[in-house]
Structure formats: structure tokens, C-alpha cells
């Protein structure tokens, strides 16, 4: 069974979205692709099952929170 998840993050500019993309896209790979629309950072990723989606995600959200705590410094 394939799965696939979108996230969505707003931020106060585009600017700042694409900072944090660029800082994740280092992780983006097989299974996750990041993408700026705007003030909004769009994360997809793709899995083969779910539990393999969940622990992809999980590490997207830890890189994002630390990519974040770096831009406020």
C-alpha cells in the first residue's frame, strides 16, 4: 500500500519559507519533497506503509523545529 501525506507551514514571508526549505531540503530524498507557494512551505511525502510515513514525517518535524529555532536566532 503506498500512502502519501501533505503539510502545509505558514510563515510571516516568503523569504523566511524558503530558508526553511532550503535547510530541509537536505533531507529531502526518496520519500520527501519540499516545495515554497508563497509565505507556504509544502512538505510531501511518500511512503510504502503507514508506519514508514509516520517515522518520515517524525524526522521531518524534528529537522523543521530545529530549522526554525536557527532562523529566530
Known amino acids: 500500500m ?7 507551514f505558514g510563515y ?3 523569504a523566511v ?3 526553511v526549505a532550503r535547510s530541509l531540503r ?3 530524498a526518496t ?18 506503509s ?3 510515513l509516520l517515522h518520515t514525517v ?3 518535524l524534528a529537522c523543521l523545529t ?3 529555532k536557527v532562523l529566530r536566532g
Open 31 to 48: 520519500y520527501i519533497t519540499s516545495t515554497v507557494d508563497g509565505r507556504t512551505l509544502i512538505a510531501e511525502a511518500h511512503a510504502d
Open 50 to 52: 503507514l508506519l514508514a
Open 26 to 28: 537536505v533531507d529531502d
Open 2 to 8: 503506498r500512502v502519501h501525506c501533505r503539510l502545509q
Open 66 to 68: 530545529v530549522a526554525e
Open 17 to 19: 519559507a524558503e530558508k
Open 58 to 60: 517524525e524526522d521531518y
Open 12 to 14: 510571516r514571508s516568503k
